[in-house]
Antibody
Framework: QVQLVQSGAEVKKPGASVRVSCKAS????????ISWVRQAPGQGLEWMGW????????NYAQKFQGRVTMTTDTSTSTAYMELRSLRSDDTAVYYC???????????????WGQGTLVTVSS | SYVLTQPPSVSVAPGQTARITCGGN??????VHWYQQRPGQAPVLVVY???VRPSGIPERFSGSNSVNTATLTISRVEAGDEADYYC????????????FGGGTKLTVL
């Protein structure tokens, strides 16, 4: 069965960086991209970006350009999301989700990780 | 950026039908996806491409999309359907490309 298993909760100070991992299993990793979505406490879902696990191409939301980097390691079927220069309003649960794109269209997020809570506090 | 508008809350009695709307400019020309998120859990896809149910999703969940409004309909509502529901579209001309609605809290009375 398809599973996306994320790394554990993190506590960071303002200005620091965080890297969240997302290990996929149960399917061919390079056949589907990975999107990252975050959810601040009590708030809605916010899409951050997408990475092709096939060739490493990325597509970041403008809001996060320059602060986020998404990568993959195909040898371990793992995707990573690094967010830098953390602020208190980056406190959120970060989710990875499987996301298929076939140019020029992308589709729904059919499987999600369990989420990783990142807390930014001095 | 493309904006999706959902009502903050919808309330329905058990056994009745809940309808959750998602408004957007010419949304009828886009594919709409719906997610259910129970408290403390990750979102789950319940309808994709306007009206298609993934495997394992009950037939009680259905979707439609026309002109400026997409609708998620939940028939014979059960207590376990109480959750937040989000609509989503992909828009290659927008930033961000994937857009979520603000979410609707479904309360089962």
């Amino acid at each position: 069965q398809v599973q996306l298993v994320q790394s554990g909760a993190e506590v960071k100070k303002p200005g620091a960086s965080v890297r969240v991992s997302c290990k996929a299993s149960g399917y061919t990793f390079t056949s589907y991209g990975i999107s990252w979505v975050r959810q601040a406490p009590g708030q809605g879902l916010e899409w951050m970006g997408w990475i092709s696990t096939y060739n490493g191409d990325t597509n970041y939301a403008q809001k996060f350009q320059g602060r986020v980097t998404m990568t993959t390691d195909t040898s371990t079927s793992t995707a990573y999301m690094e967010l830098r220069s953390l602020r208190s309003d980056d406190t959120a649960v970060y989710y990875c989700a499987r996301a298929y794109c076939l140019s020029p269209t992308c589709y729904s997020f059919d499987y999600w990780g369990q989420g990783t809570l990142v807390t930014v506090s001095s | 950026s493309y904006v999706l508008t959902q009502p903050p809350s919808v309330s329905v009695a058990p056994g009745q039908t809940a309808r959750i709307t998602c408004g957007g400019n010419n949304i009828g020309s886009k594919s709409v996806h719906w997610y259910q998120q129970r408290p403390g859990q990750a979102p789950v896809l319940v309808v994709y491409d306007d009206s298609v149910r993934p495997s394992g999703i009950p037939e009680r969940f259905s979707g439609s999309n026309s002109v400026n409004t997409a609708t998620l309909t939940i028939s014979r509502v059960e207590a376990g359907d109480e959750a937040d529901y989000y609509c989503q579209v992909w828009d290659s001309t927008s930033d961000p490309n994937w857009v979520f609605g603000g979410g609707t809290k479904l309360t089962v009375l």
